[in-house]
């Protein structure tokens, strides 16, 4: 809580009024799905995504890795996997942290979801410096395109800038850039089919009652 009220205080500051209504708003979701399009330098994901408080996760692959489902359990902090989908041999019980597992860029599947890009955001604003470049279409969507760097040197997870399109209805960011230090960039997330506040059946996140 105290780390929500400090990033809320460091937007204000910086002018961010945008960015703080979206995580204000985010603070409210109780959950959300969405196809999440993840390109880098050596390939693409494509990922069938669920969320739901106070932090399960469920992961559909539809590329590469086709019908590979991982879930996460906040309760028990650890992701079962089946790596032929579920039901079928083998299933794997893992930490999030577990290399296998891990994205390309090292992000854990217990930090994969939006509060845990707006924590990071806030992490390089607290030192560094944040802009807004106004409105930008994004297919049928109107967003807000924002850009957050941290202070030189200062990285957070690997990533100095950030740059954010967030939906001017839903505030959730269809679109994030991450970047290194020499402003290369690190990732492209595209945000697709978001549903926010949709009801998701407890057996989604405990397969064996599917």
């Given at each position: 809580?105290?780390?929500?009220?400090?990033?809320?205080?460091?937007?204000s500051?910086?002018?961010?009024?945008?960015?703080?209504?979206?995580?204000?708003?985010?603070?409210?979701?109780?959950?959300?799905?969405?196809?999440?399009?993840?390109?880098?330098?050596?390939?693409?994901?494509?990922?069938?995504?669920?969320?739901?408080?106070?932090?399960?996760?469920?992961?559909?692959?539809?590329?590469?890795?086709?019908?590979?489902l991982?879930?996460?359990?906040?309760?028990?902090?650890?992701v079962?996997?089946?790596?032929?989908?579920?039901?079928?041999?083998?299933?794997?019980?893992?930490?999030?942290?577990?290399?296998l597992?891990?994205?390309?860029?090292?992000?854990?599947?217990?930090?994969?979801?939006?509060?845990?890009?707006?924590?990071?955001?806030?992490?390089?604003?607290?030192?560094?410096?944040?802009?807004?470049?106004?409105?930008?279409?994004?297919?049928r969507?109107?967003?807000?395109?924002?850009?957050?760097?941290?202070?030189?040197?200062?990285?957070?997870a690997?990533?100095?800038?950030?740059e954010?399109?967030?939906?001017?209805?839903?505030?959730?960011?269809?679109?994030?850039?991450?970047?290194?230090?020499?402003?290369?960039?690190?990732?492209?997330?595209?945000?697709?089919?978001?549903?926010?506040?949709?009801?998701?059946?407890?057996?989604?996140?405990?397969?064996?009652?599917?």
């Amino acid at each position: 809580m105290l780390a929500a009220l400090m990033l809320t205080t460091a937007l204000s500051a910086a002018g961010l009024a945008p960015l703080t209504d979206a995580i204000e708003h985010y603070r409210t979701v109780e959950s959300y799905r969405a196809t999440l399009r993840s390109t880098r330098g050596d390939g693409e994901d494509l990922i069938r995504y669920y969320y739901r408080k106070p932090g399960f996760v469920r992961m559909e692959f539809i590329r590469p890795h086709a019908g590979a489902l991982l879930v996460y359990s906040p309760l028990t902090r650890r992701v079962r996997v089946w790596p032929f989908g579920a039901g079928r041999f083998p299933e794997l019980d893992l930490s999030p942290r577990n290399p296998l597992i891990r994205s390309p860029g090292g992000q854990s599947m217990d930090k994969s979801d939006v509060g845990a890009l707006f924590e990071n955001v806030g992490a390089l604003l607290a030192q560094g410096q944040a802009e807004v470049r106004g409105e930008v279409r994004l297919g049928r969507h109107t967003t807000l395109h924002l850009i957050v760097s941290g202070a030189p040197g200062q990285t957070m997870a690997g990533v100095h800038r950030y740059e954010l399109w967030l939906d001017t209805t839903t505030r959730f960011p269809l679109q994030v850039v991450s970047r290194d230090q020499t402003d290369a960039v690190i990732e492209t997330v595209v945000m697709d089919d978001l549903e926010i506040d949709v009801p998701l059946a407890e057996s989604l996140f405990d397969p064996g009652r599917e």
